[in-house]
T-cell receptor
Framework: AQKVTQAQTEISVVEKEDVTLDCVYE???????LFWYKQPPSGELVFLIR??????QNEISGRYSWNFQKSTSSFNFTITASQVVDSAVYFC??????????????FGQGTTLQVKP | DAGVIQSPRHEVTEMGQEVTLRCKPI?????LFWYRQTMMRGLELLIY????????DSGMPEDRFSAKMPNASFSTLKIQPSEPRDSAVYFC??????????????FGPGTRLTVL
């Protein structure tokens, strides 16, 4: 069965520190998709990145970077020089290949990141 | 462009009352998903529609929950009768292509439901 584990429940850092959020997934599919979403205190879910299982290149977007490693079934997210505005709950998700190629998302439990000034 | 729109944003009701949550997907999107978020269970899929047709409702907790999508631009999630354990944030999400795993789901702002 598909599963996403975010072992870090809460992380607290001081502004300008780098922080890495871990995500480990389980799937028997050879083709799958991984996502990261951000949920700020206002509550909405904001899409950050999508990665498919055939593309193991790391991705960088400003202060955000993602490290995808199939060998360890991990898709970790690093924020460089964290800012207070990065404080949020971050979710890792896996796109499930159910019957009919559904696109159903399996979410991890989320990591709460607190960035202190 | 407008994102996914949900209403109401907050709903407080008493046990036994009927509750209707509404969602307008992004224009041109053909799949719609309803999720529920609670502290205990996290984010879980309730039901999803492709081209207005319900495809998988296995996540709907009980017969008290029902969802409809009468047209491409509107969906409702109804709880009748509501119970305190239904208190949660309910999210609606939409994607462009039906049944495509790679397609990104864009979420609405959510409806925070409190059942007293």
């Amino acid at each position: 069965a598909q599963k996403v584990t975010q072992a870090q429940t809460e992380i607290s850092v001081v502004e300008k520190e780098d922080v890495t959020l871990d995500c480990v997934y389980e799937t028997r599919d050879t083709t799958y998709y991984l996502f990261w979403y951000k949920q700020p205190p206002s509550g909405e879910l904001v899409f950050l990145i999508r990665r498919n299982s055939f593309d193991e290149q790391n991705e960088i977007s400003g202060r955000y970077s993602w490290n995808f490693q199939k060998s360890t079934s991990s898709f970790n997210f690093t924020i460089t020089a964290s800012q207070v505005v990065d404080s949020a709950v971050y979710f890792c998700a896996l796109s499930e290949d159910g019957s009919g190629n559904t696109g159903k998302l399996i979410f991890g439990q989320g990591t709460t990141l607190q960035v202190k000034p | 462009d407008a994102g996914v729109i949900q209403s109401p944003r907050h709903e407080v009701t008493e046990m036994g009352q009927e509750v209707t949550l509404r969602c307008k997907p992004i224009s041109g999107h053909n799949s719609l998903f309803w999720y529920r978020q609670t502290m205990m269970r996290g984010l879980e899929l309730l039901i999803y529609f492709n081209n207005n047709v319900p495809i998988d409702d296995s996540g709907m907790p009980e017969d008290r929950f029902s969802a409809k999508m009468p047209n491409a631009s509107f969906s409702t999630l109804k709880i009748q009768p509501s119970e305190p354990r239904d208190s949660a944030v309910y999210f609606c999400a939409s994607t462009v292509k039906p049944g495509q795993r790679e397609d990104t789901q864009y979420f609405g702002p959510g409806t925070r439901l409190t059942v007293l």
